[in-house]
């Protein structure tokens, strides 16, 4: 796999304010500045219909961070700045522990370069506009002496590929995570995604890509646990999840739900990655696990089993590929696919 993390920021509402997590933004994102204020709201979405954030009040960043190191990373996210000046502002960057190890900023001019600290390493020429939504790739290598960077803008090559860069700003050649950044005013973000580069199906620039949440839209093939109250699948059809307001529960092992899905906005373009959002607890009684399930043609493909805390989390899994024949996806088969999950024990 290659894909190691995407968000559309769509399933979710909350943020983070007051230096606290709100809703559901803290299952998915690991930490933020506790100076800064995060919102989640369709009026931040780059494209009509789903949800952005905004991240505003002081300079400082929401962070993802992982319990891998990772030497190529590749990441790509729609960004705006919707007052003020794009001009010196930090837009993302990598890190290792909380260090930075390089970032992709802008200088006085609203021209992006990269950056490790305050050191420009590399400098675009595109002046970027405030109230302008950009969609932004930042590949890496992480290395002392022999770092690579390379910067798309909306597809487009910004900042052709770089050699023998020092893109470090510890001892070690890797990053293990990434922040979004407030510089200044308000700065808005979309549609991110992030590759592993070293290794699996995706490892290079995917383009200006959207992050489309899919609902469940109808009951699918099999629908074996019970609900608690109304039918099955109306427990789950709602955009954000409702806590213990509707769910479905199983106590036995084996029984599995799948719906059918709400359709692309475009039977046409690229399919890159799938991936499966479960929003899932244990309640009362013995020790549960769960697997998200994927039916993209007549078999449940069982996905890698969780186990359940006694509160709710929100479980992912990124398939780059089909897991019916391996093959990459393609719109077709996502306009059959029907999604669920399965208790294992």
């Not at 983070?16 to 919102?39: E, L, P, Y």
């Not at 770092?147 to 050649?173: F, P, R, Y």
């Not at 990434?178 to 510089?183: C, I, S």
Request: net charge negative; hydrophobic share 35%; with cysteine.
């Amino acid at each position: 796999m290659a894909v190691i993390f995407m968000d559309g920021f769509d399933s979710y509402t909350g943020g983070f304010a007051g230096g606290v997590f709100t809703g559901d933004m803290g299952k998915r994102w690991t930490s933020c500045a506790s100076n800064v204020q995060v919102s989640v709201a369709p009026a931040y979405a780059r494209v009509a219909g789903g949800q952005g954030i905004a991240i505003s009040a002081n300079n400082g960043a929401l962070s993802k961070t992982f319990g891998v190191n990772y030497t190529g990373l590749l990441l790509g996210v729609a960004f705006r700045k919707t007052s003020g000046t794009v001009a010196s502002a930090t837009i993302l960057s990598f890190f290792d522990g909380s260090t930075e190890q390089c970032s992709l900023r802008t200088n006085t001019s609203s021209v992006i370069t990269v950056n490790q600290g305050g050191t420009v390493k590399a400098t675009g020429s595109t002046v970027l506009s405030t109230n302008v939504w950009y969609y932004l790739e930042f590949k890496v290598t992480i290395h002392q002496s022999t770092g690579i960077a390379q910067v798309k803008l909306n597809g487009a090559a910004e900042i052709a590929s770089t050699g023998s860069l020092d893109l470090t700003g510890t001892a070690n050649n890797y990053a293990n995570g990434f922040g979004l950044h407030n510089y200044g005013t308000q700065q808005e973000f979309d549609d991110v995604y992030l590759l592993d580069t070293t290794a699996g199906t995706n490892t290079d620039f995917l383009g200006p890509v959207r992050a489309i949440t899919l609902l469940p839209a109808a009951p699918g093939t099999t629908t074996a646990w019970t609900p608690n109250g109304g039918t099955n699948y109306g427990c789950v059809s709602e955009p954000y999840q409702d806590g213990d307001t509707s769910f479905n529960q199983s106590s036995t092992a084996n029984q599995i739900d799948t719906f059918v899905t709400s359709d692309l906005p475009s039977a046409t373009g690229s399919v890159y990655a799938v991936q499966t959002i479960l929003t899932a607890r244990q309640d009362a009684g013995a020790a549960r696990t769960i697997a998200p399930v994927l039916r993209p043609a007549a078999t449940d493909r069982v996905g890698t089993t969780v186990a359940l805390s006694t509160t709710y989390q929100l479980l992912t899994q990124i398939y780059d590929l089909n897991p019916e024949d391996s093959a990459a996806w393609a719109t077709t088969d996502v306009a059959g696919l029907e999604i669920g999950y399965k208790l294992i024990s």
